[in-house]
């Protein structure tokens, strides 16, 4: 990441008070605190001087690393100054803290300053009363243009777009368009290709920015752009249009609306965020906190966990009563009490590493019907060759250390089924679950974990009941 400061040397990562970033990357305490006792004098003029220079993501850290009071002030001592895009790089509770507790016409004067994708991302989260409050205080074509976006549904490609993009007819030549791009005020500041549309903006061809600006003055645009389009529907599902860009390797394309008239462009750097967004998601589904960010708080925090605790509890309490069963048999040989947790761990952690690879796989769409037979059919011929290879190893150990070589077979039996019960339920239970619509980031973990633990403790139990004639 580049580190932006007002120091004269902008790659300098000596720790010091006009250095943002320290050489691990972290925000300087030192910087922080020059900002605060210069937020505290009100010193205008330095404050401006100090943010002025950093990236919007910089600015978004230093906002997140602030407190609620003092993130206010700093966006109101800067007045004018402040980029509002700053606010699309920090967390949505503090974005919202911020847009709750500045005025309408501050947000407005701000979000009238940025792409439209950037002022979607800000506006989308705000109740629709003040939205509309600000909205109103916008220039007709920008408000209309904003109001079409959040018309689309949350989390689509309509949502992401940018609606500044370059718009030519098939009959003008190379020259004309440049005069036209040099003439032209209103257009995107950043962009990597031309788009190609008729009357009624069906968009017919592409012309990569790079092949543009090779071409001579004359030559026709209909005679230069590539009508092998790739576009993407303004009501897709944003993940999907990121696989788009994953597959063909894209860095913008077109977005149409369900008549297929072009209504606005997707970049890469919103499909970064997209996929960053996704991934995240799944990590934290998978782990049962649901959406929670860094700077919720703690009630909200627990609110989101609880349920899925519940659910935990309620596995557990399953696990606890299948233990019940051979209360005999565990009361008779002491040293299965001490070994029974290895079965179901490792069955555990069988199934969690099949669980991963299977929800990314989904999550990816890398599963078609001959892959998901031969993954079943490797996860379960792993979850055997692995259960034999650590059947011995653990078999022998208990043999040694209990002197007791039928408790090594029984808790070697107990790992192979173990094993193979972990391969197949990591697999099938995701599979299963996305079957029915439910996502399996969501709910796979817990389910997988109580199957190998039930299966483990029953295997390894009943197995040493019959083995040792112990019921």
């Not at 792409?115 to 003040?130: R, T």
């Not at 004359?218 to 249009?241: H, K, S, Y």
């Not at 179901?344 to 199934?351: H, I, K, T």
Request: with cysteine; hydrophobic share 45%; glycine share 6%.
């Amino acid at each position: 990441m580049t580190n932006y400061s007002d120091a004269t040397d902008y790659g300098s990562t000596r720790p010091g008070p006009e250095v943002l970033r320290d050489e691990d990357d972290n925000l300087n305490p030192l910087w922080i605190e020059a900002l605060r006792a210069e937020l505290d004098q009100d010193a205008v003029t330095d404050v401006v001087a100090r943010i002025e220079p950093l990236h919007a993501s910089d600015v978004g850290d230093l906002l997140e690393a602030l407190e609620p009071d003092e993130r206010l002030h700093l966006i109101q001592l800067l007045g004018p100054n402040f980029d509002y895009s700053a606010l699309t790089e920090v967390d949505e509770n503090v974005r919202a803290e911020l847009m709750e507790a500045l005025p309408s016409a501050d947000i407005a004067r701000g979000v009238a300053e940025l792409d439209s994708d950037d002022a979607v991302y800000i506006l989308e989260d705000i109740e629709a009363v003040d939205r509309e409050a600000i909205l109103a205080q916008l220039p007709a074509f920008d408000r209309l243009s904003l109001k079409r976006s959040l018309d689309f549904p949350e989390d689509s490609a309509g949502r992401r777009m940018q609606t500044e993009y370059i718009a030519i007819p098939p009959y003008y030549t190379v020259g004309q368009t440049i005069d036209y791009m040099r003439s032209e005020k209103d257009l995107p500041e950043d962009f990597y290709q031309l788009y190609v549309v008729d009357p009624g903006y069906q968009l017919l061809g592409i012309i990569p920015l790079d092949k543009f600006l090779r071409s001579k003055r004359d030559v026709r645009i209909e005679d230069l752009m590539n009508r092998n389009v790739i576009t993407v529907e303004a009501t897709e599902d944003q993940e999907e249009a990121a696989r788009d860009f994953e597959r063909y390797d894209l860095v913008e394309t077109g977005v149409v609306d369900e008549n297929g008239r072009m209504v606005g462009v997707l970049t890469v750097d919103d499909i970064v965020d997209v996929i960053n967004e996704e991934a995240t998601e799944d990590i934290k589904r998978m782990g049962g906190v649901g959406d929670e960010e860094l700077s919720d708080r703690l009630i909200a925090t627990v609110r989101s966990r609880a349920p899925w605790l519940l659910v935990n509890l309620i596995s557990a309490l399953i696990v606890s009563f299948i233990i019940s069963l051979f209360n005999g048999t565990i009361e008779q040989m002491v040293a299965l009490a001490a070994l029974m947790p290895i079965v179901a761990s490792m069955g555990g952690n069988a199934a969690t590493q099949t669980m991963t690879v299977t929800v990314r796989a989904l999550a990816t769409r890398d599963l078609d019907r001959g892959r998901v037979r031969r993954l079943i059919v490797r996860e379960m011929s792993g979850g055997f060759l692995n259960g034999c290879l650590f059947a011995v190893l653990i078999g022998c150990i208990t043999w040694v250390r209990y002197l007791n070589p039928g408790l090594g077979v029984v808790i070697g039996l107990a790992m192979i089924i173990n094993m193979i019960a972990a391969g197949t339920a990591g697999i099938l239970l995701p599979l299963l679950l996305n079957k029915l619509k439910i996502d399996p980031a969501i709910a796979s973990s817990v389910f997988v974990t109580t199957v190998t633990d039930v299966v483990g403790f029953f295997a390894f139990l009943g197995i040493a009941g019959l083995w040792f004639g112990l019921f």
